[in-house]
């Protein structure tokens, strides 16, 4: 009896190790200030989410993912002692670049498949990679809010996220070396 235990406990713990629920996304900085033309400067992160468990849905999984992406973006612009943010990458949710979405029910509508979705094959809502557990985004980060860029409140979207029971205790990790990597490969 205590041999299956001990057989079923590993088997479940290098499952989780495997498919990434170990784990926590990462989170790291990208460029110390980025000035806006005429406006105020910022400070740009690259932050990770990740599916919430791996489900049969492929879509419950890009939504829960997705939406942790953003509770990450808030997170981090809180804990860096910062109030908003804007998207920067992917280009389809760029606020940088002209994206309207700057709220939490916005993004979780646009960028969010149904749940119920069995197969969600190839659908990157809102630029985001739809192919694994953890995807990323880059935000700027900003002290106050600038005036020629739609940004999010992270204290809005932490608390909207919350009252709709959407908060997830697990969050992102600080792992410079790592983002370091990610990007040194892109360039």
Known sequence: MKHSYKIVLTSIVATMLLSG?????????LIQELPLKNDVSGKVYYVEGKEAWRSPSAGYNAKTRNIHILQNAADLTLNEGYSYFAINRPFE???IDGNMINTVKEFIEKCTPPEGQIF???NARC????????AGIMIVAFKEAPKSTLTYNAKEVVNYLKQNQLYREDSYEINQEHVQKLFSKKN
């Open 21 to 29: 629920c170990g784990m926590k996304p990462y989170a790291g900085i």
């Open 93 to 95: 949710l760029s606020n």
């Open 127 to 134: 630029g985001i990679n739809g192919s694994s557990v953890t």
């Open 120 to 122: 969600d094959i190839g």
